[in-house]
């Protein structure tokens, strides 16, 4: 006689007991960086979704556009001119003609778009209330991104959020060499608050981000909008990725 009962029960307890020491583990981890006394803070991505409605793609070719007009379409190769990030434009035009008029030219024209763009960005879930908490605890913020200075300002100023991060904003300059995963801006920021780097917590959505913070000596923090970015910043070497904000606003208020 051939028996229907099937031997998975035993597993049950044990597959539960795994997720709940991952969750105990994460938690823990959670706890751990919210203690940081000083919060560096990606733009693009953890605080908005900067081109939410005007579209990088969009600003990416329309860089590319005023290149071609100003017979310079050669000056990008096909993956740069077929790019869906304005930076990689900038970038690539300056790694060619460094410090040069037309990249100032270039640079601006990115940050009339950006300035465009804050207008319509939309805050990340969770990313204003979290700002404010962690203000209100005592911690020190500071944003570092490759997006411009002026561009951070008038979004955070809409939104009522200047005074939790002013007048530590640190963005790009006319030294592009300098963007991430240069360190540069996340040590200008470091210096102005008289910070030691291990004091500090660094929270951005790119391998570029990871990159920066690991040569700054700066903990991080990985923020993903998706599964897919998730991934991409643990394949990165990201030890912990959260694609909510909600956890940490709920470890920083539990604390």
């Given amino acids: 006689m051939t028996s229907e009962t099937t031997e998975t029960a035993p597993d049950e307890p044990v597959a539960t007991e795994t997720v709940e020491k991952k969750t105990a583990y994460e938690t823990e981890k959670l706890r751990e960086l919210i203690g940081a006394r000083v919060v560096l803070w990606d733009f693009d ?61 270039l640079e601006e024209r990115l940050t009339q778009d950006e300035l465009l763009a804050a207008a319509s960005a939309l805050p990340t879930a969770y990313a204003d209330p979290l700002i404010r908490t962690w203000t209100a605890v005592g911690s020190r913020l500071a944003v570092t991104t490759n997006n411009s200075p002026r561009v951070v300002r008038a979004y955070l100023a809409g939104r009522g959020l200047t005074g939790c991060f002013a007048p530590h904003i640190y963005g ?56 897919q970015r998730a991934k991409q910043l643990r394949a990165s070497g990201a030890e912990t990725v959260l694609t909510s904000l909600e956890p940490l606003l709920l470890a920083l208020r539990g604390q």
């Fill in 45 to 105: 991505g953890p605080i908005c979704r900067l081109f939410a409605r005007h579209r990088a793609e969009r600003v990416a070719a329309g860089l590319v556009e005023w290149l071609a007009g100003r017979g310079l379409h050669g000056l990008l190769s096909e993956d740069e001119r077929d790019t869906l990030d304005p930076q990689v434009v900038l970038r690539a035009v300056d790694r060619r003609h460094p410090g040069s008029d037309l990249v100032t030219e």
């Fill in 172 to 227: 790009r300059t006319a030294e592009l060499r300098h963007l991430k995963p240069d360190p540069h801006c996340l040590e200008r920021a470091l210096a102005a608050l008289g910070a030691a780097p291990g004091s500090a917590l660094m929270i951005g959505d790119s391998p570029s981000d990871l990159v920066a913070a690991d040569r700054a000596g700066v903990r991080f923090l990985g923020y993903a909008g998706g599964e």
